[in-house]
């Protein structure tokens, strides 16, 4: 969940299930309440943005995996491509829930 609130901006993911709860905070920490007890992890204060939000592991992984299809026949692997496909449809989702929003739409129920 994004919160922006008296110009604070919040990121919060919460995970839970019995028995145990995990909570990201902005990306930079994460708490795991496990049988009563907490485990905070944290990122470094030099940690880049980039690293932090998955944007180089994603870029180095298709760059990877164009090379690797360079290497014969010039064709992205399946398990790629199928990826990228489900991510753009995933994409065109939430931008059209966006859309509805901004222009005070409802929504119907199935």
Same mark, same amino acid.
């Given at each position: 969940?994004?919160?922006? =609130? +008296? *110009? !604070? ?12 709860? $995990?909570?990201?905070? =902005? #990306? ?6 496990? *049988? ?9 204060? $030099?940690? +880049?943005?980039? !690293? %932090?939000? &998955?944007? /180089? %592991?994603?870029?180095? /992984?298709?760059? +990877? %995996?164009?090379?690797?299809?360079? *290497? &014969? ?6 398990? #790629?491509?199928?990826?990228? $496909? =489900?991510? #753009? ?18 929504? +119907?129920?199935?």
């Amino acid at each position: 969940m994004m919160n922006r =609130d +008296s *110009g !604070v901006t919040e990121e919060t993911l919460e995970l839970m299930r019995p028995g145990s709860k $995990w909570k990201v905070n =902005d #990306l930079r920490e994460m708490i795991e309440y496990n *049988g009563g007890e907490e485990n905070r992890i944290q990122t470094g204060n $030099w940690t +880049s943005v980039s !690293v %932090a939000r &998955g944007f /180089t %592991a994603i870029v180095d /992984t298709f760059l +990877s %995996a164009v090379a690797k299809a360079r *290497g &014969g026949t010039n064709i992205l692997p399946l398990e #790629l491509t199928q990826g990228m $496909w =489900d991510a #753009l449809v995933t994409h065109e989702v939430c931008e059209e829930i966006v859309h509805r929003i901004e222009a005070g739409k409802k929504f +119907s129920k199935p």
